[in-house]
């Protein structure tokens, strides 16, 4: 058995072993791997190539923008997963080549902003890396990650939180495999690995979802469904993916399968509505590649339309399998609020909505506009953003397909003007076409969202040095217990451009 101290770390390496999946293997402590010794050091190539391994006292200074702990040690700073400023600690550090594997042993003398994480699957499981600190203390990091990416800019207001920092994913996928004993188990893959961890209950999930694959997962041996295993490629379903609308209450669940022949479909979709008739529609999704994405191509509607509808600022939107849709409804409006109002839009103003996924930012927006232009990569999610468009009456929004950067190279090159651009790229952010087409345009306030402020800050950077100035930064906290942040900018141009 592991045992766990009273902040609920484990302090032995064991794990359940009903836990693991079949034939798979995983340290119980999260570890941190691979941390990367920079430049020359001497410990470091005594050691190259053979593996040593030592326990160390050391004392946490800070905290990294992942939120680990950072030691310094032999002049150099180490990042120590679940370790808080001012704590000391025991950390056994293992050296091979140039690497160094670090990971928490024992706490010495706690914080007191640490807590038994709510959670007792949060030390296997990696989805969130918040849990072991209090609310204050996880609002005074991501506050503090920001106002520090953010300093060239200005200064940040205060972040908006979640009064309810749960329950709040309205998106979720499963994954099932099988234990020692060969019965099937559901949960989620440990971060940044395939290591399933069984489990019941996600907090930060919708707890319908949860209910909802757990009645799957219990329905899959009647139905001689096995579980895919991705090292033999052998096996039937992959994942389950459920989306609710938390508005509407429409819940939408894809069924992941390596094949497309799926034995007893039929009685499969009766027994599971049986089991949950709020379910409103069930789509069959195949993905038969060797692929991390959860995904395929190929879709098929089981049960209802395909799609589920939720309602968001006022506004009604389709979503469906494939298209992106923000997972945290309650901070999304205060999101999408703020950058409406950063856009100071009066009725007459061209806005473009540039990586607008289904189309919320710019449909929201057109009430307040002359005319929208929406693009987006995702050619369902484009598909999505005309429907919802149609749906709710817009007649001043226009939806393209296409490379964000791109578009906007041969929307300058034509001459076209937008007076305000509200942009929310990836966790990449976005690209130089792009940005050097914004300062072309030159359109006179820039509204940035983003879910990632390290590229959001490289991006503010160059508008920084084109003639741009940051007037706004609101940090908005959409993923609590996690490390992630969302953040909304307002960038005017100067006056003399
Ligand atoms: N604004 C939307 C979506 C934001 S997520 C919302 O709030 O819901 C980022 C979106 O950018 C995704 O829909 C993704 O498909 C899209 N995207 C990614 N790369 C892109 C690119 N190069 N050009 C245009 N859109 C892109």
Redesign the pocket.
């Known amino acids: 058995m592991n045992k766990r101290n009273n902040f609920g770390y484990k302090t032995q390496k064991k794990r359940n072993q009903s836990n693991k999946p079949y034939g798979k293997k995983r340290s119980a402590l999260a570890t941190q791997k691979g941390n990367k010794i920079q430049g020359k050091h001497s410990t470091i190539n005594k050691h190259r190539g053979n593996k040593k391994k030592e326990t160390l006292e050391v004392t946490c200074t800070g905290l990294s923008n992942e939120g680990k702990g950072i030691v310094q040690w032999e002049g150099k700073q180490l990042e120590i997963e679940h370790l808080l400023p001012g704590e000391t600690a025991e950390i056994t550090m293992s050296t091979s080549g140039r690497y160094v594997n670090s990971e928490l042993k024992r706490i010495i003398t706690p914080s007191k902003d640490r807590v038994r994480p709510i959670c007792s699957y949060y030390y296997d499981c990696g989805g969130c890396q918040l849990q072991h600190m209090n609310e204050q203390a996880q609002k005074r990091f991501k506050q503090d990650t920001i106002n520090k990416l953010m300093k060239p800019f200005g200064k940040p207001d205060p972040i908006l939180t979640m009064d309810h920092p749960y329950d709040y994913r309205n998106k979720s996928h499963t994954t099932f495999g099988l234990n020692r004993e060969r019965q099937i188990i559901g949960g989620l893959y440990a971060q940044n690995s395939h290591q399933l961890i069984s489990m019941d209950r996600c907090l930060i999930h919708d707890p319908k979802a949860d209910e909802i694959w757990k009645t799957i997962k219990d329905m899959m041996k009647s139905f001689k469904m096995q579980p895919f295993n991705e090292d033999t490629g052998r096996g039937f379903l992959r994942h389950v993916l459920v989306k609710v609308g938390k508005v509407s209450g429409e819940i939408m669940v894809v069924l992941v399968v390596a094949s497309p022949i799926f034995k007893g479909k039929n009685n499969f979709v009766k027994a599971l509505r049986k089991a949950h008739p709020e379910i409103t529609t069930i789509l069959m999704n195949v993905n038969n590649r060797d692929t991390s994405m959860v995904l395929g191509n190929q879709e098929k509607v089981l049960f209802g339309k395909g799609t589920i509808t939720d309602t968001l600022c006022g506004m009604k939107f389709d979503i469906s399998a494939k298209s ?3 997972i945290n409804p309650v901070q999304t409006e205060k999101l999408y609020s703020t950058a409406i109002e950063m856009a100071q839009l009066t009725g007459k103003e061209t806005v473009i909505d540039a ?4 189309g ?2 710019g449909l929201i927006a057109s009430q307040k506009a002359g005319k929208v232009i929406g ?4 050619k369902d ?1 484009v598909r999505d953003a005309i429907h919802n468009s149609k749906c709710n009456g817009v007649k001043n929004a226009r939806f393209y397909q296409g ?3 791109k578009f906007m190279v041969e929307m300058a090159a034509r001459g076209q003007k937008a007076d305000v651009v509200i942009m ?3 966790r990449a952010g976005s690209d130089e076409a792009f940005l050097s087409s914004v300062v072309k345009l030159k359109p006179k306030r820039v509204v940035y ?1 983003s879910c990632n402020p390290v590229t959001q800050a490289r991006d503010m950077k160059y508008l920084v040095q084109n003639g741009y100035e940051v007037k706004d930064i609101q940090p908005v906290d959409m993923f609590p217990q996690t490390v992630h942040v969302e953040c909304v900018s307002q960038i005017v141009l100067r006056d003399k451009n």
């Not at 990586?355 to 289904?358: D, L, P, V």
């Open positions: 992106f849709y923000q990586y607008c996924g289904i919320t930012i693009v987006e990569l995702n999610a490379d964000a950067g929310d790229p990836p969202v």
